[in-house]
C-alpha cells in the first residue's frame, strides 16, 4: 500500500471524447507525475508537476494536460482521445520536486479503453 | 537521449531456480538506476536501486550491480519463489535536470511451484 490513489479504477470512452482522470498523492508528498502504460510496455512519462508547477514534460501532445491543487492531488486531462490513447495511466508522488535518486510511489493506475 | 534495453520474456522457472534478468542502458553523465516489479492488478513498486557506478542494490533476496564499463544493471536472485512471479521493470533516472524515469519494456516472470 503505497498512500497514492486514483480515480477511476477504470474507464470507457469513445474516440473524440475528452476525460479526467485523478490522483491524490501520499501525504507530504509534494511533487507528482503521470505515466502512460500501453499493454505489454514500459511506462512513458507524461509530465511532472512540483508545487503547482509543471516542471518536465515527455513527449505528449498538448492535448495531455494537467493540474497540481493546493494540496497537491492532482488531474490528467485528455482532449480528443485516439483509440492509442488506450493504456493504463499511472500516477506517482514522491517528496523532493524530482531528484535523481528518488523513491516514487506509485498508484494502482487507472485502465482507460478508447472505443 | 536516455533509453533502457531489457532482456525480452516471458520468463519461465522453477521454484527455487536462479533467476538472471538482463539490463543495459545509454545515458549521458551517471544516472540512477531502478527496479520496479509490478504485481496483477497493482501498480509499480520499487524494488531495489543504485545512484552511483559499482553500488549494489538489495531487497528481497534481489540484487542488481550498477556497471557503468558494460552500462548494465542485471536483476538476480539465487532462489525464487512462486510468490516472485510478476513483471519486472528496469528503469534510469538522469542527473541534472531530467525529471523523468525512463523505462525498459518489461520481462514477465512465472515461477511454477
Known amino acids: 500500500e503505497t498512500g497514492v490513489t486514483q480515480s477511476p479504477t477504470h474507464l470507457i470512452k469513445t474516440r473524440g471524447q475528452q476525460v479526467t482522470l485523478r490522483c491524490s498523492s501520499q501525504?507530504?508528498?509534494?511533487?507528482v507525475s503521470w505515466y502512460q502504460q500501453a499493454l505489454g510496455q514500459g511506462p512513458q512519462f507524461i509530465f511532472q508537476?512540483?508545487?503547482?508547477?509543471?516542471?518536465g514534460r515527455g513527449n505528449f501532445p498538448p492535448r495531455f494536460s494537467g493540474l497540481q491543487f493546493p494540496n497537491y492531488s492532482s488531474e490528467l486531462n485528455v482532449n480528443a482521445l485516439e483509440l492509442d490513447d488506450s493504456a493504463l495511466y499511472l500516477c506517482?508522488?514522491?517528496?523532493?520536486?524530482?531528484?535523481?535518486?528518488?523513491?516514487?510511489?506509485f498508484g494502482s493506475g487507472t485502465q482507460l479503453s478508447v472505443l | 537521449g536516455n533509453s533502457v534495453t531489457q532482456m525480452e520474456g516471458p520468463v519461465t522457472l522453477s521454484e527455487e531456480a536462479f533467476l538472471t534478468i538482463n539490463c543495459t542502458y545509454t545515458a549521458t553523465g551517471y544516472p540512477s538506476l531502478f527496479w520496479y516489479v509490478q504485481y496483477p492488478g497493482e501498480g509499480l513498486q520499487l524494488l531495489l536501486k543504485a545512484t552511483k557506478a559499482d553500488d549494489k542494490g538489495s531487497n528481497k533476496g534481489f540484487e542488481a550491480t550498477y556497471r557503468k564499463e558494460t552500462t548494465s544493471f542485471h536483476l538476480e536472485k539465487g532462489s525464487v519463489q512462486v510468490s516472485d512471479s510478476a513483471v519486472y521493470f528496469c528503469a534510469l533516472r538522469g542527473a541534472g535536470s531530467a525529471r523523468q524515469l525512463t523505462f525498459g519494456s518489461g520481462t514477465q516472470l512465472t515461477v511454477l511451484p
Open positions: 506517482a508522488s514522491s517528496s523532493s520536486g524530482g531528484q535523481s535518486n528518488e523513491k516514487l510511489f
Open positions: 501525504s507530504g508528498h509534494n511533487t
Open positions: 508537476y512540483y508545487r503547482e508547477e509543471e516542471n
